[in-house]
């Protein structure tokens, strides 16, 4: 998709989007097929997508985020999939040949770690049930990590054989890094027992597309007129009270005399507002300077798509690879919404303030001013947020003038949005047993890294596998703490620890050097900072809602100010991409609803995804 400038009439919209992750693609995308197109979507990279990433090495696609759709049935995803053409139905998944081997390269009989993945499973899954059936748990057992390894213990009581009982234990610290690498987390200690049930698990399993994830973007950026997506637009602040503003300055000069744009349509400057019967709430005085504490968007335009992100090749080219009423009270409007019904079900917005009756509208104000990094000044009346949990919780007090309320900022800091990130390694020739396509490393130290000094010593650690994704192709995952610390690192000296790793697990000093070393880097990615979302100990599923919760300037907006859509505001598919479409499409539908419920008209989505709501229309029956 390509670029452009709009010109100056263009700054002024109906709808800001920011973010063209899945979410904000999702929430344009929807605007667009309801006829709606006065929009921009200001993106800070140079390419959309966000999360979803596929680069190309040589004959490799390497997917250096987002890897599979999670579930077929009622995932809205797996539709636009099928219905463009981008599952290969027909495909029979190779099978799963996983050894796990001991640092001295003894590989462990297949039937225990068979019985010890299946125990682990079936833990698992008793944590999964003090959400789902409301237990209550032991007491002082308050995370995942904590229950796992109580069930562990027990388990191990039973096993007599020091030997056995020790390499059982192996298995289970392996099998518990893995788990980090799914939920998101340093630990599983991390993470909150009490919630790991409420995410919400669609069935049918993983679909990976055989063209790329990135082929997705596609089919969910194809009605989005091009020169409605701004890429290299990093939003600095987002001044949601801007009329308010507007009025507490006595400001009868419209912005748009400030910016040369005529915001009114009527070349007066907007002295004909109709401001004068309209209740005020908002006191805090305008900032009118753009944040610039943000650092400066690189303008470079990066050789390969693999933008942003550190990526080496064998000839060493790297590519960068409120005081809204609501403000001051620290209590989040508590809802009745049902779980998985995304943040913008209408039902939610009911006690939050509503338009007057017989008052007259203010409808020619701009309601939001959004500043960009490079100075540039957008005004709009809705915006749909849609930058990462990550970015809210390193700018939130920056990005949003006033300050977002208390009860949002408490939320964004107890979630958890941790680094997870992929190391690709490509080698001129097979070198692994073709019958193999997994190897489980069993290190025999259990304890983490705690300090940086430990860290340059034991940060290899933490990878728990290496796959086989061709004969020249492994991939391993790293999560946490140390997963931060291999982004500091070289991708020669990450090729060189994996290679030792390699040497020593497959007792082969054989083993060749990669050709080439690819990291993600999604831990210090300016406009991701982590990888996706997960429940901290303490924090719950109304922290995602307060997090979703949309803003109010004053209290006679029929809509919101702003609403927050992506993965983050999705309290039972958070951290997948389905969880952002879901909730880009509700914020779009919202914002296109009529604004008195009694001109309610079903609207007819004619897309795919429809299935999803029809299956969630059975489950209420
Ligand atoms: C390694 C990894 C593996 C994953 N695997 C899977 C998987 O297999 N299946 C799955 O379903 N999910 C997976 N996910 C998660 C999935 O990728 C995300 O949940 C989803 O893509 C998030 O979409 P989003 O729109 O919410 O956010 P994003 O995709 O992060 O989009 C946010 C956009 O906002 C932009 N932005 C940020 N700040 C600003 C700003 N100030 N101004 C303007 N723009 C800004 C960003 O550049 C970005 O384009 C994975 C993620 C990672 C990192």
Redesign the pocket.
């Known amino acids: 998709m390509a670029s452009s400038e709009p010109s100056d009439d263009r700054k002024r919209v109906k709808i800001l989007i ?8 999702s929430a344009a995308n929807h605007l667009a097929k309801n006829g709606m197109t006065d929009f921009l979507v ?4 140079n ?6 990433f596929s680069a190309q090495t040589g004959k490799h696609k390497l ?8 579930g077929v049935l009622g995932n809205p ?1 797996y539709e636009i999939a099928v219905a463009n053409g981008l599952i290969d139905i027909v495909h029979v998944p190779k099978p799963h040949r996983v050894v796990a081997a001991t640092e001295d390269g003894k590989q462990v009989p297949f039937g225990v770690l068979q019985e010890m993945y299946q125990a682990y499973i079936c833990f698992l899954r008793r944590c999964e049930e003090y959400f789902l059936c409301q237990y209550l748990p032991p007491e002082g057992i308050n995370s995942v990590g904590e229950h796992l390894d109580l069930e562990m213990a027990l388990f191990l009581e039973r096993v007599s054989d020091p030997a056995q009982r020790h390499l059982r234990s192996l298995i289970f610290r392996c099998l518990l890094k893995r788990e980090t690498c799914i939920a998101g987390c340093h630990s599983m200690s991390d993470i909150d027992l009490m919630q790991l049930g409420s995410y919400t698990e669609l069935q049918g399993g ?1 679909i990976a597309l055989p063209s790329g ?1 990135s082929s997705i973007l596609e089919p969910v950026s194809r009605l989005i007129p091009p020169q409605n997506v701004l890429k290299k ?4 602040t987002i001044r949601w009270r801007y009329s308010e503003e507007l009025l507490v300055g006595n400001c009868v000069t419209s912005p748009g005399t400030d910016s040369g744009i005529d915001l009114h349509g009527l070349g007066d400057g907007g002295n004909e507002s109709d401001d004068s019967d309209v209740t005020v709430t908002g006191d805090t005085p305008p900032d009118t300077s753009p944040n610039s504490s ?1 650092e400066p968007s690189s303008e470079k335009e990066c050789i390969s798509v693999v933008e942003n992100l550190k990526v080496e090749d064998p000839n060493n080219t790297t590519a960068e690879g409120g005081t809204n009423k609501d403000n001051e009270s620290s209590e989040a409007p508590k809802t009745e919404g049902e779980r998985g019904a995304g943040i913008q079900d209408q039902r939610k917005f009911e006690g939050l303030p509503r338009r007057r009756k017989n008052k007259k509208r203010r409808s020619h104000q701009p309601n939001v001013e959004v500043v ?1 990094e490079n100075g540039q000044q957008f005004y709009a009346d809705h915006v749909i947020c ?3 949990l990550g ?1 809210l919780k390193a ?1 939130a007090s920056q ?1 949003f003038s006033p300050s977002l309320p208390q009860f949002k900022l408490k939320s964004i800091d107890k979630l958890l949005f941790d680094t ?3 190391i690709y390694l490509e080698y001129d020739r097979p070198f692994l047993n073709p019958e193999i396509s997994e190897v489980m490393l069993l290190w025999d130290s259990e304890e983490c890294c705690n300090d940086s000094k430990d860290m340059k010593n034991k940060w290899f650690r933490k990878i728990y596998s290496f796959s086989k994704l061709s004969e020249t192709l492994l991939l391993a995952w790293i999560s946490g703490k140390e997963a931060e610390y291999m982004e500091t690192l070289s991708h020669e000296e990450v090729a060189e620890t994996c290679t030792i790793i390699l040497r020593k697990f497959l007792n082969d000093p054989f083993v060749p050097q990669p050709k080439s070393c690819i990291c ?1 880097t ?1 831990g210090s990615q ?3 900072r982590g ?3 997960a429940i901290a100990v303490g924090a719950s599923q109304d922290d995602i809602d307060n997090v979703a919760q949309p803003l109010y300037s004053n209290d006679q907006q029929a809509k919101p100010v702003v609403l927050f ?4 505001t999705h309290s039972s598919f958070y ?6 479409y879901l ?2 499409r509700s914020a779009a539908q919202i914002l296109l609803a009529p604004d008195s419920p009694e001109e309610l008209i079903l609207e007819v989505d004619e897309d795919a995804s429809d299935l999803s709501s029809w299956i969630q229309g059975i489950a209420l029956q």
């Open positions: 920011i973010g063209a992750g899945m979410a904000g693609l200001l993106e800070a990279s390419k959309i997508g966000g999360r979803i997917e250096l985020g987002a890897n599979w759709i999670h995803l993983n994830y637009h990093p939003v600095a943000r960009c849609c930058v990462p970015v700018q990005l997870v990130d992929k993600t999604w300016p406009y991701t990888a996706y979302t859509a992506g993965e983050h951290s997948t991409v389905h969880g952002a909730t880009g």
